[in-house]
Each structure stands twice: as C-alpha cells, then as structure tokens.
C-alpha cells in the first residue's frame, strides 16, 4: 500500500490546515489508519487514530481541536486541525496496517508561526 500525504504549509496561530492521506489502494481493507508527527530530536508520536471499525482516538494534546476521519470512496483519511498552536509544528506522517504489516506515507511539514 503506497500512502500519499498532503495539505501541510504554514499557518498563524490559532488557525486550521486539512491534510489528506490517499491510499493506492481501497482503505476499507485497511484494519487501521493514523496520522503521527514528529520533530528534530524527538520520538515519533501518534496524533490521531481511526480504525475500522469507527473507534477514533486522539493524542492528550491534540484533543478537542484535531479530528481524523475517512472516506472510503476516495481511498483517503483526512486530519482536520483547528486552533493550531506553535507547538504543533511537524512533520506529519500517514499511517496505515492490514493485519501485521504497517505502511508509513512521506511526510508533510506543518508549521505554525506568526
């Protein structure tokens, strides 16, 4: 499964990006698909997931202001960010996994900066 990330740029604080994640291929036979973010020097951390049987989860940080869902026709997962703060500045990954096998996407910088 090839995963293609897009949707990141800079934005002020306080304002919202949309990144989109297409799969090459149908993600209704994906058991799970999630976005992560890191930054230099730090570990790579999940920010959102959505499995498929509808369960969301979120990180502490992110909750209430990101929110993850799919579209199953377009073979994409969205994260929708809203009320962006500098700390979560990134670079965001697509993620996804069919039983045991995991597929990571190229990543795509968010930046939050006045």
């Known amino acids: 499964v090839q995963l293609q990330a897009s949707g990141g740029g800079l934005v002020e604080p306080g304002g919202s990006l949309r990144l989109s994640c297409v799969a090459s291929e149908s993600i209704g036979t994906l058991n799970f698909m999630a976005w992560y973010r890191q930054t230099p020097g730090k570990q790579r951390e999940l920010v959102a997931a959505?499995?498929?049987?509808?369960?969301?989860t979120y990180a502490d940080s992110v909750k209430g202001r990101f929110s993850i869902s799919r579209d199953n026709a377009k073979n994409t997962v969205y994260l929708e960010m809203n009320a962006l703060k500098p700390e979560d500045t990134a670079v965001y990954y697509c993620?996804?996994?069919?039983?045991?096998?995991?597929?990571w996407g190229q990543g795509t910088l968010v930046t939050v900066s006045s």
């Open positions: 993620n996804a996994r069919r039983d045991t096998v995991y597929y």
């Open positions: 959505d499995n498929s049987g509808g369960a969301t």
